[in-house]
Nanobody, 123 residues
Framework: QVQLIESGGGLVQAGGSLRLSCAAS????????MGWFRQAPGKEREPVAT????????YYADSVKGRFTISRDNAKNTVYLQMSSLKPEDTAVYYC????????????????WGQGAQVTVSS
């Protein structure tokens, strides 16, 4: 049974930083592309950042480029999202996801999803 468990969400002031973590189990982590998605109230879920199994390639949504960094530790079966210079519009539920295809994941489809972590940025 595949599990993706997010942690690190919370409340932060605008301009602050947070780091999300996603611990994966039940899959061969090093064979999967991993990603972070988010869904704000009243909006559709959107990809934020994805990373290839080898960590040699990453994709970022235009809205987070230069502020967010995705990384992974295959030895720990964990993917991270470092978020800096946070804005109120970054407020959303952030989901961890895994898929065998980096391209498919970057387009928004995933084989596995986590339960989500709330990130709230106050102005």
């Amino acid at each position: 049974q595949v599990q993706l468990i997010e942690s690190g969400g919370g409340l932060v002031q605008a301009g602050g930083s947070l780091r999300l973590s996603c611990a994966a189990s039940g899959l061969t982590f090093s064979m999967y592309a991993m990603g972070w998605f988010r869904q704000a109230p009243g909006k559709e879920r959107e990809p934020v950042a994805t990373i290839l199994w080898s960590a040699t390639t990453a994709y970022y949504a235009d809205s987070v480029k230069g502020r967010f960094t995705i990384s992974r530790d295959n030895a720990k079966n964990t993917v991270y999202l470092q978020m800096s210079s946070l804005k109120p519009e970054d407020t959303a539920v952030y989901y961890c996801a895994a898929d065998g295809s980096f391209n498919r994941l970057s387009r928004g489809s995933a084989a596995y999803w986590g339960q989500g972590a709330q990130v709230t940025v106050s102005s």
